[in-house]
Nanobody
Framework: QVQLVESGGGLVQAGGSLRLSCAAS????????MGWFRQAPGKERDFVAA????????YYADSVKGRFTISRDNAKNTMYLQMNSLKPEDTAVYYC?????????????WGQGTQVSVSS
């Protein structure tokens, strides 16, 4: 089981930026997809972005395209999510995940989540 620890969440005004990090405990994470998902109060967990093991392919939800950028540094066993032009509707708990695909069903390791709050 790979342990994933998110950091970088916080409170920011609309239009601001945050950078989330996800540190993995294993050195083999480069073999797997990693992704970010988010869950707002009273809503289901939604896909945000994902990246292939080699970082050659990235995937984004339509709602964040052009504003968020996912990246990873396999040498540091860490994945990032740069979030720009934040909107109040981006407020949620953000979870990082690792697995064999880009959907929640294909992720078998999850972090504990980090809160992102965007004020209007």
């Amino acid at each position: 089981q790979v342990q994933l620890v998110e950091s970088g969440g916080g409170l920011v005004q609309a239009g601001g930026s945050l950078r989330l990090s996800c540190a993995a405990s294993a050195r083999t994470v480069g073999l797997y997809f990693m992704g970010w998902f988010r869950q707002a109060p009273g809503k289901e967990r939604d896909f945000v972005a994902a990246i292939s093991g080699s970082a050659g392919s990235t995937y984004y939800a339509d709602s964040v395209k052009g504003r968020f950028t996912i990246s990873r540094d396999n040498a540091k066993n860490t994945m990032y999510l740069q979030m720009n032009s934040l909107k109040p509707e981006d407020t949620a708990v953000y979870y990082c995940a690792l697995g064999r695909g880009i959907t929640a069903a294909t992720m078998n390791n999850w972090g504990q989540g980090t809160q992102v709050s965007v004020s209007s």
